[in-house]
C-alpha cells in the first residue's frame, strides 16, 4: 500500500510564499499520477494541481500563475510551490497519488497552511 506523507505547511503572511512537499513509499512511483487538493473549513474538496507521471502538468484555474507542481521521482516526492498566498489559500491541503494502471488512489493525512497577518 502507498503511503503519502505531507509537509511544509504553516503560518505565512499575505504576499509569502511557501513550498509544500509529499513523500511516497514504495518502488513504482513513476507510474502515479499526483498532485494536491485542498478544503477549507466549510468548503468542498477542490483540485489544486497535478502532474502525471510523465511530467504533464494541470492547474486550477484560479491558481494558475501562483502555483507550480513538479515531482522528482528518484526521491519519491512532489512538490507544490504556491507564490503570492492569499487570505483565501488557507485550507488543508492534502497530497494524493493515482496508480493510473489500477485507478486506485492514494491520500495523505494533510497539511495545514493558514495564510493571516
Known amino acids: 500500500q502507498v503511503q503519502l506523507v505531507e509537509s511544509g505547511g504553516g503560518l505565512v503572511q499575505p504576499g509569502g510564499s511557501l513550498r509544500l512537499s509529499c513523500a511516497a513509499s514504495g518502488s513504482i512511483f513513476s507510474i502515479y499520477r499526483m498532485g494536491w487538493y485542498r478544503q477549507a473549513p466549510g468548503n468542498q474538496r477542490e483540485l489544486v494541481a497535478y502532474i502525471s507521471s510523465g511530467g504533464n502538468t494541470n492547474y486550477a484555474d484560479s491558481m494558475k500563475g501562483r502555483v507550480a507542481i513538479s515531482r522528482d521521482n528518484g526521491k519519491n516526492t512532489v512538490n507544490l510551490q504556491v507564490n503570492s498566498l492569499k487570505p483565501e489559500d488557507t485550507a488543508i491541503y492534502y497530497c494524493?497519488?493515482?496508480?493510473?494502471?489500477?485507478?486506485?488512489?492514494?491520500w495523505g493525512q494533510g497539511t495545514q497552511v493558514t495564510v493571516s497577518s
Open positions: 494524493f497519488a493515482r496508480n493510473t494502471a489500477t485507478r486506485i488512489d492514494y
